[in-house]
């Protein structure tokens, strides 16, 4: 058999979501609601997806999936109005050309859905099956279209729960996921016959299962309750995205990564082996992450690189960054777009890296502001030291040179360079650059005023009575 075609439904107003943006667009544990669909049809072999949309959402679903899914082809219709699933799954047949004899249809905002739902569908399709629909048993079948079968247990269609009478409302238990295969041109004769006679005045693709029940034969799967955790609302969400970080979690375990409590890693990011991320870590965007790093208790990572055995201490912020390998990083720094912190480098306690650069074992163990920095290997930062990087109007660099070493309280007032070896005395306010191997010192000198503590204690003393 050749082409398999993949039609994602998602022309759906989304209105619950009450947000300008469109619902399908939302983010769930890093990609869009819609991604989670498209990629699933992908991975069950589609060679070609079409995405129905309405007017509104439609340059902005074009703008996520072309760059998304480079190798298959994604494309968008859109439906002229919503007049039903029926309708929405004509407008992509009649919108696609004739190659795939195979047609998968999924519904565009079930992000827990997965390739293995789709795929014994399609493989349920042959001799006896020109229609095959993913069904699950459910206690509380209310509010799903209901699996009607004759009495040797074969698929006679599909009645979906407004058009059930009360009594066979609580009898039919077997549901419809809203995820179907079906043989292009039974399904497409099958639509071409849809009416709309039905309680929501809709045309129904669930109606085609009668059709094809009596062309070719249908069938029903029996898979995962996961298909059906459609979001309609943000509450709907969230728990579908929970759903989706502890599924992450566990592909990562099994990966050999120690993933604690409820770590939340987006779908987008990687881990080497033997890596561990406590709880509470949130990992986001394109970060990735070497082999045996720690990511400690509540830190937050977004599009950050993470080299091989670096350790992030509790409570650092990274964003937009590299560091490692094998530096430490935290607990409380932060590190911000732009920098590279480099190998065995030191990022301490509330110390604030923006755009700068450290080499190969250079430190600020403590307190400091790097800003547009660039910091050659072995350097030291003492506590306190601040890069004054902006004067208001302009950023300027600070460059240290390999081995130097900033005393504690400087002020390092850019542009300057601080040459190799040089030593910056504790409490110096550099303005000028200081040559390799140079001293710089900016403090009035130490006067002692012997025996004077007492005198101004006793002083102040009296002036207070
Ligand atoms: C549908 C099924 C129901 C099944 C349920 C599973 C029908 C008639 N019923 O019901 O049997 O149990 O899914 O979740 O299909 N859409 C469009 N254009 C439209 C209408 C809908 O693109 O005109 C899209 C929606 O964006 C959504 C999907 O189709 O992604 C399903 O539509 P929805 O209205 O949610 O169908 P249900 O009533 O839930
Ligand atoms: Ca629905």
Known sequence: MSGLLAVILAAGQGKRMKSRLPKVLHPVAGRPLLHHSIAAAVE?????????????TKSSVDAHVA?????????????????????????????????ADRVLVLCGDTPLIRASDCAPLVAALGDSAS?????????????????????????????????????????????NAGVYAARADVLRAGLAGLRNDNAQGEYYLTDVVAHAHSNGGAVAVKGSADALVGVNDRSQLAHAEEALFRRIAERHRLAGVTV??????????????????????????????????????GSVLTDATVGEGTKI???????ECAVGPRALIGPFARVRPGSEIGEEAHVGNFVEAKK??????????????????????????????????????????????????????????????????AYVATGTTVTQDVPDDALAISRTKQENKLGYASRIKRRLAAKKK
């Open 44 to 56: 069950a072999g589609a060679s070609r997806v079409v995405v129905v949309v309405s007017e509104e």
């Open 67 to 99: 760059s998304e899914f480079p190798s298959t082809p994604v494309v968008t219709v859109v439906q002229p109005s919503p007049r039903g699933t029926g309708d929405a799954a004509r407008v992509a047949l009649d919108a696609s050309g004739e190659d």
């Open 131 to 175: 229609m095959a629909v993913l069904s699950c048993e459910l206690d509380d079948p209310r509010g799903y279209g209901r699996i009607l079968r004759d009495g040797s247990g074969r698929v006679t269609g599909i009645v979906e729960d407004r058009d059930l009478s009360s009594e066979r409302r609580g009898s039919l238990r077997e549901v």
């Open 260 to 297: 604690r409590g409820d770590a939340r890693i987006d779908d987008t990011v990687t881990i080497g082996e033997d890596s561990t991320i406590e709880a509470g870590v949130r990992l986001r965007g394109k970060t990735k992450i070497g082999a045996s790093v720690l990511v400690d208790v």
């Open 313 to 319: 201490h509790p409570y650092s912020v990274l964003e």
């Open 356 to 421: 700068t650069k450290m080499g190969k074992g250079a430190k600020a163990n403590h307190l400091a502001y790097l800003g547009d920095g660039d910091i050659g290997p072995g350097a030291n930062i003492g506590a306190g030291t601040i890069f004054c990087n902006y004067d208001g109007f302009t950023k300027s660099v600070t460059t240290i040179a390999e081995g130097a070493f900033i005393g504690s309280d400087s002020q390092l007032v850019a542009p300057v360079r601080i040459g190799v070896g």
